[in-house]
């Protein structure tokens, strides 16, 4: 229940290329889902996130998307660059736990220049 | 930079021993939480304070125990180590306790190696 699953655990892109990590829950209680991005020997930093009552949201070259009766969502990047390479986690999480987060178990993207 | 600063950066110590790790948050922000990072578990949720109050906690071993100070800084105790605990611990702060949308800024993290 309080698992969030991801995929893929690895994924290699090419410059300008677009970028597509997966994640699934199945605690329907959920209401928040950020993406996280850690570049290594960093802390994670939040890039992007999204409320269930939104199918999409966009900043910049990213984009999650969020299917709420699939209980998934994910997030592109266009364009994808070189300083993009980091590893990418999906997290969930709900005002009844106290805000703590469940994470995914992380994607690493690494694109070719 | 994310305006949370934790020490050390590098622990190495031996099992059965016990560490302190320390964070302090960002200006103005009233919670604090911790987490470990490890390769086989991924990133997970250990504990939450809430000006000085714990808020939350999620798989943080009795081993284990926080606290929050009054001017907010916190600490990490990990007592009785093993090899396992070898970890990235992070911690991470927001300007409230209660509202999930709340953005999480991660420390630099305190890599623990138990020999």
């Known amino acids: 229940q309080q698992q969030v699953k991801q995929s893929p655990q690895s994924l290699i892109v090419q410059k300008g290329g677009i970028s597509i990590i997966n994640c699934a829950y199945e605690n329907t209680a959920f209401d928040y889902f950020p993406w996280y991005q850690q570049f290594p020997g960093k802390g994670p930093a939040l890039l992007i996130a999204?409320?269930?009552?939104?199918s999409e949201k966009k900043e910049g070259r990213f984009t999650i998307s969020f299917n709420k009766s699939a209980k998934q969502f994910s997030l592109h990047i266009m364009d994808s660059q070189p300083g993009d390479s980091a590893t990418y986690f999906c997290a969930a999480s709900n005002n009844n736990y106290g805000q703590n987060f469940v994470f995914g178990p992380g994607t690493r993207l690494s694109v070719l220049p | 930079d994310s305006g949370v600063t934790q020490t050390p950066k590098h622990l190495i110590t031996a099992t059965g021993q016990r560490v302190t790790l320390r964070c302090s948050p960002r200006?103005?922000?009233?919670?604090v939480y911790w987490y470990q990072q490890s390769l086989d578990q991924g990133l997970q949720f250990l504990i939450q304070?809430?000006?000085?109050?714990?808020?939350a906690k999620g798989n943080i071993l009795e081993r284990f125990s926080a606290q929050q100070f009054p001017d907010l800084h916190s600490e990490l105790n990990l007592s009785s180590l093993e090899l396992g605990d070898s970890a990235l611990y992070f911690c991470?702060?927001?300007?409230?306790?209660?509202?999930?949308?709340?953005?999480?800024?991660f420390g630099p993290g305190t890599r623990l190696t138990v020999l």
């Open positions: 200006s103005g922000d009233l919670s």
């Open positions: 304070y809430y000006n000085g109050e714990e808020r």
């Open positions: 999204i409320r269930p009552d939104v």
């Open positions: 991470a702060s927001s300007i409230s306790g209660g509202l999930s949308t709340d953005t999480q800024y």
